[in-house]
C-alpha cells in the first residue's frame, strides 16, 4: 500500500483553516465582552447622572464640562465613609465627596478584617469599600462590604485641594 505525496498536504491546509478560523472567533468574543463591559459602564453612568440631575439638580460646571471619560462613575465598587444606615441602605460619602446609596441583601458579605459583621454593627463615621453592581436607580447593590479599623482623625478621606492641582 502506497502513500501518495499529496495526501498529508489537504490535511495540513484544513488544520491551518479551522486554526485561523478558531482564532478569528476568539478575537471576536473578546471584544463583544469588551462592548459589553464599556456598555453597562456607560449605562451606568448615564443612569446615575439622571438620578443625580433629579435630585440635586446637576452639576455645577453642567454635563459635557469634564468630556475626557472622568466622569464615569465607578459602576462596581466604591470606597468612603458610612453617613447612615437605614434599613438595608447604607448612606455613604464616596472618596470624591458624593452621598452614594448601597443597597444590602441578606447575601451580602460584611467583613472586618477576619471578623464577619451583621448591617447592625455598620455605624457612621466607619470607613468602608463596596464590591457590587449597580442597579437602574444610580445605587449599587452590594455584595461585599469590607470595614476598615477607625483611621486616624487627622488622615483625611478625601485629598486636600493643593493635592488635587
Keep these: 500500500m502506497e502513500t501518495s505525496p499529496t495526501s498529508p498536504r489537504p490535511r495540513q491546509s484544513l488544520k491551518l483553516v479551522v486554526l485561523v478560523l478558531l482564532a478569528f472567533v476568539a478575537v ?17 453612568s448615564f443612569h446615575w447622572g439622571d438620578q443625580y440631575h433629579q435630585m440635586f439638580g446637576g452639576p455645577a460646571k453642567g ?39 448601597v443597597i444590602t441583601t441578606p447575601e451580602t458579605v460584611i467583613r472586618r478584617q477576619m471578623q464577619t459583621l451583621t448591617l447592625h454593627q455598620v455605624v457612621p463615621q466607619m470607613r468602608i469599600v463596596i464590591i457590587g ?9 452590594a455584595k461585599m462590604i469590607r470595614v476598615f479599623d477607625q483611621v486616624p482623625s487627622h488622615v483625611p478621606l478625601l485629598p486636600s485641594p493643593s493635592m488635587m492641582h
Excluded at 462592548?35 to 451606568?44: H, K, N, P, S, T
Excluded at 453592581?133 to 447593590?141: A, C, L, Q
Design 28 to 44: 471576536l468574543i473578546v471584544l463583544r465582552i469588551g462592548m459589553f463591559v464599556g456598555y453597562q459602564r456607560a449605562e451606568y
Design 63 to 101: 454635563f459635557l464640562d469634564d468630556f475626557d471619560g472622568h466622569g464615569f462613575v465607578d459602576a462596581h465598587g466604591l470606597f468612603g465613609e458610612v453617613l447612615e444606615v437605614r434599613g438595608n441602605e447604607i448612606a455613604m460619602r464616596d472618596k470624591d465627596g458624593t452621598e452614594k446609596i
Design 133 to 141: 453592581e449597580p442597579d437602574d436607580d444610580g445605587r449599587v447593590e
